[in-house]
T-cell receptor, first 110, second 114 residues
Framework: RKEVEQDPGPFNVPEGATVAFNCTYS??????FFWYRQDCRKEPKLLMS???SGNEDGRFTAQLNRASQYISLLIRDSKLSDSATYLC???????????FGKGTMLLVSP | DGGITQSPKYLFRKEGQNVTLSCEQN?????MYWYRQDPGQGLRLIYY???????QKGDIAEGYSVSREKKESFPLTVTSAQKNPTAFYLC?????????????FGSGTRLTVV
């Protein structure tokens, strides 16, 4: 079983739509969580950390469900500029490196 | 501004050549990492270093070598033993013991074998 799993997509949505991605993690010792955004042929950039109580940053909302071991990212009012690959990233106790999912591709069309 | 600088942005390698990718950071981070990304694929860990003069192999270290002589620098050499080196190479850093803050990435080097 892969440690961090994401639906690769692509998710094709029109501008203004709401879209949600899920990510599941297998190690219950995972302790901190992130969503990174990666544009085509660019480096990943931190979009937001995911806190236990859930957190929001503008149009983006992240949720954590420890019992079911998944995190989610909700994007409201999608913009063309939101088109990118979204990486789910996990920090697990006892690990020296972060664990990356393979990413979910989002394509927002006019 | 603090950050990570990778150079060159694009690199072309002939068969049988060794090439070195540069990664320099001025964030005062202890830990540095090298990842490889192939088209449509996730990030795969090549090597990482948590302290000067020490480094560990990642999942795909064969055909690669690194050094960590200075805190700021973590160069990656792609040797001729790496049979399929064409990929996007990403360097990242973080403060040791602070993975809960995530990584900062450099802008990457795109290596192509010609």
């Amino acid at each position: 079983r892969k440690e961090v799993e994401q639906d690769p997509g692509p998710f094709n949505v029109p501008e203004g739509a709401t879209v949600a991605f899920n990510c599941t993690y297998s190690n219950s010792a995972s302790q901190s969580f992130f969503w990174y955004r990666q544009d085509c042929r660019k480096e990943p950039k931190l979009l937001m950390s995911v806190y236990s109580s859930g957190n929001e940053d503008g149009r983006f909302t992240a949720q954590l469900n420890r019992a079911s071991q998944y995190i989610s990212l909700l994007i409201r009012d999608s913009k063309l500029s939101d088109s990118a690959t979204y990486l789910c990233v996990v920090n697990t106790e006892g690990y020296s490196t972060l664990t990356f999912g393979k990413g979910t591709m989002l394509l927002v069309s006019p | 501004d603090g950050g990570i600088t990778q150079s060159p942005k694009y690199l072309f390698r002939k068969e049988g050549q060794n090439v070195t990718l540069s990664c320099e950071q001025n964030l005062n981070h202890d830990a540095m990492y090298w990842y490889r990304q192939d088209p449509g694929q996730g990030l795969r860990l090549i090597y990482y270093s948590q302290i000067v003069n020490d480094f560990q192999k990642g999942d795909i270290a064969e055909g690669y070598s690194v050094s960590r002589e200075k805190k700021e620098s973590f160069p990656l050499t792609v040797t001729s033993a790496q049979k399929n080196p064409t990929a996007f190479y990403l360097c990242a850093s973080t403060q040791f013991g602070h993975l809960n803050y995530g990584y900062t990435f450099g802008s990457g080097t795109r290596l192509t074998v010609v």
